[in-house]
């Protein structure tokens, strides 16, 4: 995380952020790997569906939790021609889908000017 911070903040050579991300993925993978293996020999089996449901049920509340905050915090103090965007944003971020909108956002010349989103 520091190494993307590091690469926001714009210290040469970590332009974007992209040595931390990647070595984000790396350690993920690791431990993903890891975790899977330790279910394989506990259980003797792996339930991609067990182990996708408790990520689920530790990040969900979480992510929520942070997507109603950013509805009420842009309802006051934002101005109202900012909801819309803001609630389609939280919408798409809900569905993992904020990538695809953003994407689709980049192409439009029309919303070039707009101010950046808060999700």
Not at 7 to 17: E, I, N, Q
Not at 56 to 84: D, E, H, N, Q
Not at 88 to 93: E, G, K, M, N, Y
Request: hydrophobic share 55%; charged share 15%.
């Amino acid at each position: 995380m520091l190494l993307v911070l590091l690469g926001h903040a714009g210290v040469p050579y970590l332009y974007g952020g992209f040595v931390g991300v990647v070595v984000f993925f790396v350690i993920s993978g690791f431990l993903v790997t890891g975790l899977l293996l330790e279910e394989l020999d506990t259980r003797g089996r792996l339930s991609l569906a067990d182990f996708y449901a408790r990520r689920a049920k530790r990040l969900l509340p979480a992510a929520a939790t942070v997507l109603i905050a950013s509805l009420v915090l842009t309802y006051l103090f934002l101005p109202r021609g900012r909801w819309f965007t803001t609630a389609w944003d939280v919408i798409a971020s809900a569905c993992y889908a904020m990538n695809w909108r953003m994407a689709g956002q980049s192409l439009d010349h029309v919303a070039a000017n707009d101010a950046p989103s808060i999700a």
